[in-house]
Structures are given as structure tokens and as C-alpha cells.
């Protein structure tokens, strides 16, 4: 950073975009004994009076907590966070049923808000207009340029890479990016009595089929309520009084726990934010350059996966150096059909979570595949599991994933089965009496209806 070192015979990678997924990597290339410069467009956060964006709290999970381990990061970032235990889900009518992630004491999901990147902004410097291969050229806030000789150029500037777009004017780059329907907006549900308005070590969710708002503590004591739902419903809610009529219609407990004046207020304070998924491939350009985090694979954030693959990214490629001395093809090879892959579980779950939580199925589903891990736990591992508690390679786990969901659903299908040829054999050789039996079998086949609703 622009030190002595700059001018001396290490190699020189320079990291564009200082967010998450850049400070990071700038660690663990900095263990590594690089000279490592990071570009980033933003000022200093840790200067600035106002931090312009959104206070963004994101669930941190097992992936992210062992890229930070890597660069000796875990516990000061853990400590900065809150467990979380279970989902929470809420009814219109307000009743509210925990529904847990994995297994009793495992390991939970950490919120972290945006404070805890400050631990990462001193790599914070200069605006870019990043150029591919050798150089570089930083467009310093005096307005003045510089060219700056680089090994490595590492593109982490996010969903609209810089980086990204000098990829496109090559050949053999595959590109495609989708703009669900839905935007987000963040409201904040303040304390009550200097205590969190409600319990804090969950993921607090209202699923209502085609939007859901969901909300994450924060170490204040705040919550931070993110409501998804499409841009034309959101452009429908014009004034206060609208916004209290819809939350009054759909999020009816959480109106006293906002305040109905912050409603009105918060609502119209900043537009919805647009979501896009992005997949490219390959991730680099000879040995020159590469791309990492958001700026290789935006996810939509319903997987809570999005830094959580970024920090993975960082931490493959390290593992990588290890091993190969053609590091960059490795990594491309490597990656991109696990990034792939969780880009496309995060869009799955985008359905799963405003819909299927308040199915039947799914819930008897989920405490089958629950049930049949804590039985079987090698053989059986729930994709959530997988997903946000191990390390199996994400393309991997989808694999698994479908793999289970036969087997399970094969086994439920024998095993009602057998219960009914059993049921059947007790009954022919005993035949009770035809009056008695009506009631239970027409309540049990209302119960075997309900349970296939979707
Ligand atoms: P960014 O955080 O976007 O950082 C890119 C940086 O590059 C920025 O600082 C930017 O200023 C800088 N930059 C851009 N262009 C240039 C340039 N030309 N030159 C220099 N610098 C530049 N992920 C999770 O794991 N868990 C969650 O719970 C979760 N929740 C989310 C909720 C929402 C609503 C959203 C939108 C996302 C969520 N995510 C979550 C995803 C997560 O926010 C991103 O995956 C993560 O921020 C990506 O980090 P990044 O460093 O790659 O990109």
C-alpha cells in the first residue's frame, strides 16, 4: 500500500474492489508473502462521516468462518457476531414456530453487520479503471493517474465488475446474468426497553407465498427487517397510509415492533434494490488475471451464501497454490461448477423459502431428512447441512442432494406400502367392525392429502 516494499522484488497482486471478498483475499495473499495493493472506488469507510449504502447483515457460515480461520481472522469477526439457531417462522395470525437448521449444538450461523468490515478497511486506497493483463491504471481522487505494475490482477469488485466487462471483449467467455422480479428493502425494528423487540438467535422469516420478509439481529439490539417482494408491488404502495394497510394485511405483528410511523416514514426513504445472479466462465485470462467473489458469481442472497462462496473462493485458490504451478486454469476448473451450482441452489431456495415453508410436505419432509440424518449421519445429510455446515464441494452436494431425495422418497413410498398391505392382512384376518373403522381411515386419508399439498 503504497510502502517501500511496493518497489521491491516480491511479486506484486493487485486486488481490485477492498469489499469483503478483496480484504480477505488481500489477506491471504499477504500470508503468503505477495505485495499485495488493493483498488477500491470507495473512500475509506473508516473516515467517512456518512457511509453511503445499506447496513447489509449477513449470515456467516462454516465456509466463511474457515476461510477467516485460514488468515487467523475467526474468533475477531465470530466475537463481533450473534448465533443463530433456528428459522422463525411467522403466521398471518402471528404464531410463531421455530424451525431449527441442523442438528441440537451444531454449529450456527453468525450475523455480522456492516461494521465488521471496518476490521478490513485499511486496505482501502485509490479509484480504478482497471485494465487486464500487466497494468492497471488508478485514477487517485486528485484526479491524476497511475499505471501499476501487477503480477496478478484479482478482481473482487462485485456484481458489476470492472474487471468482468474486460473479460467480455474476449473470445470463449460464457456470460449470462438474471434480474429475478423481486427487489429488497430494509426497515429497522428498533429495541424495546433496551432489548431485542423479539428473540434474537434467529432467522425471523414471514413467508407469504410470492414476497416474505425476513430479519436479522444486530449486536445494537436493532433488528434489520428485509422485505423481498416484486418491483410491481412495491411501486403499488404509494403513501403512508398504504403501507400500513399492507403491513396490516400481511405483517400484522410486526407493526407495533417497527412503529407505524417509522413505516411510513422508512418506506419511501430509499427505492427497492434490484437482485441479479450472475454465472461466467472461465474465471481468468492466462496467468494475469482473475476473478473471485460477487465479480465471478452474483448469487441471489436467499442460500445466505454469497460472501460465504466468495470467502471459499479465496481459500480454494490458496489450496491451489499449493499444489499446481498453473494456478489459474486449476482454479477455473475447480470453481466454476461449484460456484455454478450454488447460484443455482440460491435461486431454488428463493422459491423454497417464501413458499414451501408454509407447506405441509416440505415440513414433513424436512423432519424425515432431519430424523434419517440423526440415524444415519454419514449416510444421510440434509442439503441445508451440507450446504452451510461442511465443506463439500457445493456442485457435490447438489449431487448428494438428489440422490437422497430418491432414495427418501422411495423409501416413504415402500414404506406406505407395506403399512397399507400390512394394514390390509390384519384387517381380512381380523374384520372389525365397518362402522368403527370409516371415521379413522377417512381421517387418516385427509391427513395423506394434506401431507402431498405443495
Ligand atoms: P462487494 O461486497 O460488492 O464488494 C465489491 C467492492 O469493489 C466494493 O467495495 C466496491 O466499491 C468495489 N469496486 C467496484 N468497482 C470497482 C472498481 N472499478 N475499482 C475498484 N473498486 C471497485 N452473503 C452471505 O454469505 N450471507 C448472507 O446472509 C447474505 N445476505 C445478503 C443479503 C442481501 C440483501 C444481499 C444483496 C446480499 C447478501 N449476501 C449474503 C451476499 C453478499 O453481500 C455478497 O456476496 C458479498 O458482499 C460479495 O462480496 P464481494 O467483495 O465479492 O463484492
Not at 423481498?228 to 403499488?236: D, V
Request: charged residues 20%; aromatic residues 12%; proline residues 6%.
Amino acid at each position: 500500500e503504497g510502502s517501500p516494499e511496493r518497489h521491491s522484488k516480491k511479486k506484486v497482486v493487485a486486488v481490485v474492489g477492498g469489499g469483503l471478498v478483496g480484504a480477505l483475499n488481500a489477506c491471504f495473499f499477504a500470508k503468503r508473502g505477495f505485495d499485495v495493493e488493493v483498488f477500491e472506488t470507495r473512500e475509506d469507510i473508516r473516515q467517512a462521516k456518512i457511509v453511503k449504502g445499506r447496513s447489509i447483515n449477513l449470515a456467516l457460515s462454516h465456509r466463511g468462518r474457515q476461510a477467516l480461520k485460514h488468515v487467523g481472522m475467526e474468533e475477531k469477526i465470530v466475537s463481533q457476531g450473534i448465533p443463530m439457531h433456528a428459522r422463525m417462522i411467522h403466521s398471518l395470525s402471528g404464531k410463531q414456530s421455530p424451525i431449527p437448521y441442523g442438528k441440537k449444538g451444531q454449529v450456527n450461523l453468525i450475523i455480522l453487520s456492516q461494521n465488521t468490515s471496518l476490521l478490513f478497511a485499511e486496505y482501502v486506497i485509490y479509484k480504478i479503471r482497471p485494465v487486464c493483463h500487466v497494468a492497471a491504471v488508478s485514477h487517485r481522487p486528485d484526479g491524476s493517474t497511475e499505471e501499476v505494475e501487477a503480477d496478478l490482477i484479482v478482481g473482487c469488485d462485485g456484481a458489476f465488475s470492472a474487471i468482468r466487462k474486460q473479460f467480455l471483449r474476449r473470445s470463449r467467455f460464457n456470460y449470462s446474468q438474471t434480474y429475478i422480479p423481486h427487489g429488497y428493502m430494509e426497515l429497522t425494528m428498533p429495541p424495546i426497553n433496551g432489548e431485542f423487540a423479539m428473540k434474537p438467535n434467529y432467522l425471523h422469516i414471514w413467508p407469504r407465498n410470492t414476497f416474505m420478509m425476513i430479519a436479522l439481529p444486530n449486536m445494537d439490539k436493532t433488528f434489520t427487517c428485509t422485505l423481498f417482494m416484486p418491483f410491481e408491488e412495491f411501486e403499488k404502495i404509494t403513501t403512508g397510509d398504504e403501507v400500513i394497510e399492507f403491513f396490516q394485511k400481511y405483517f400484522p405483528d410486526t407493526i407495533p415492533l417497527i412503529g407505524a410511523d417509522a413505516l411510513r416514514r422508512d418506506y419511501f426513504r430509499l427505492p427497492a434494490q434490484a437482485m441479479v445472479s450472475v454465472k461466467c466462465s472461465p474465471y481468468h485470462i492466462g496467468d494475469k488475471c482473475v476473478l473471485m467473489g460477487d465479480a465471478a458469481h452474483a448469487v441471489v442472497p436467499f442460500y445466505g451464501q454469497g460472501m460465504n462462496a466468495g470467502f471459499e473462493d479465496c481459500i480454494v485458490f490458496d489450496e491451489i497454490m499449493d499444489q499446481f504451478n498453473a494456478v489459474l486454469p486449476e482454479y477455473t476448473r475447480v470453481r466454476v461448477p461449484d460456484d455454478h451450482a450454488i447460484a443455482d441452489l440460491a435461486m431454488y431456495n428463493y422459491i423454497e423459502m417464501r413458499a414451501h415453508v408454509n407447506s405441509k410436505w416440505f415440513l414433513f419432509r424436512k423432519h424425515v431428512d432431519n430424523f434419517l440424518h440423526f440415524l444415519m449421519p454419514r449416510a444421510i445429510i440434509p442439503l441445508y447441512t451440507m450446504v452451510t455446515f461442511t465443506r463439500t464441494r457445493y456442485h457435490e452436494a447438489v449431487e448428494r442432494w438428489h440422490w437422497q431425495d430418491k432414495v427418501i422418497n422411495r423409501g416413504l413410498l415402500f414404506s406406505a406400502a407395506g403399512a397399507v398391505l400390512g394394514g390390509s392382512y390384519v384387517l381380512i384376518k381380523n374384520p372389525p367392525d365397518i362402522n368403527k373403522l370409516i371415521s379413522p381411515a377417512e381421517k387418516m386419508w385427509n391427513r395423506l392429502v394434506a401431507l402431498r399439498t405443495p
